[in-house]
């Protein structure tokens, strides 16, 4: 029984050694290339508003934007709303514009509305607006989910989740430093996909 078994991994041993020969002065494979980053422009689209009425991106050009997706049954979303409103007061002078993109039907956004006193534009779609931010390249896959578009309309970056006052700071340093000539846009891209 010993010899059978000895012979036995002898013989496993000879066919995995000659089913998988080690190559002998073969070259490794080529280092993959950096992925590169394509410039996006953000498509035109409209909304309707609280009220019903249909608002253009357009309207908000020159102001850098941030395209935040929530719902009212979304407790992340629900928790950034208030910080969301104090970004604005805090930058909307400087040209920071939240625009807030309720993903589900107008009457329960509406009276949530009327409760929060937002002092930024409330933007209503379910399908429509899973399309906009599906638009950036990244698959819509919940909420809370931002994006960031520059004052001349380019789509720069997403973040994916609750946003804190660290990433909105980290926003207004890489944006303010865009519009002072520091930094280029793609740079501005790497570093909000490090947020």
Request: with cysteine.
């Amino acid at each position: 029984m010993l010899i059978f078994g000895v012979a036995l991994l002898a013989l496993t041993a000879g066919a995995l050694f000659y089913a998988a020969p080690i190559p002998i002065g073969k070259k490794p494979p080529p280092a993959p290339q950096p992925k590169r980053l394509e410039v996006v422009t953000h498509p035109a689209f409209a909304l309707p508003d609280l009220e019903g009425v249909n608002r253009e991106f357009a309207e908000w050009d020159g102001a850098h934007r941030l395209l935040n997706f929530w719902a009212t049954w979304c407790a992340p979303c629900r928790r950034e709303i208030p910080l969301l409103k104090a970004f604005q007061d805090r930058h909307g002078d400087a040209g920071f514009q939240v625009l807030g993109i309720a993903v589900e039907d107008p009457e329960p956004v509406v009276k949530f509305a009327q409760q929060m006193q937002f002092n930024y534009p409330i933007l209503v779609g379910q399908q429509d607006a899973m399309a906009v931010a599906e638009s950036s390249g990244i698959e819509f896959v919940g909420m809370p989910f931002t994006m960031f578009v520059t004052r001349d309309g380019e789509y720069v970056g997403a973040y994916i989740g609750e946003l804190h006052r660290s990433h909105l700071d980290a926003v207004v340093d890489i944006l303010t430093r865009l519009d002072n000539g520091e930094i280029a846009k793609d740079e501005v891209r790497r570093a909000l996909d490090l947020l």
